[in-house]
């Protein structure tokens, strides 16, 4: 489901996941990747990026919004 912007989304922040896993800015660029997938419809990776996040991340500040996310696939 994803077209040209969208798919170039979900990759720019995939690239910048593989990147730059020292960044400070990385739970921000992991959440964005949750909301993309949620965004486009793509179940699959939507829900194992959101797992992923929740591992990664369980005393977020996000993790509430990534928890309804997940309930409302």
């Not at 969208?6 to 996941?17: C, I, N, T, Y």
């Not at 909301?35 to 500040?61: G, N, R, T």
């Amino acid at each position: 489901m994803k077209t040209g912007r969208s798919a170039a989304a979900v990759e720019l922040l995939k690239d910048f996941s593989e990147k730059y896993q020292e960044s400070l800015l990385m739970e921000k660029a992991d959440f964005s990747l949750c909301l993309a997938y949620v965004l486009h419809k793509d179940k699959k990776e939507a829900k194992e990026s959101i797992d992923k996040f929740i591992k990664k991340y369980p005393d977020s500040k996000k993790i509430d919004e990534v928890k309804k996310l997940l309930k409302e696939l």
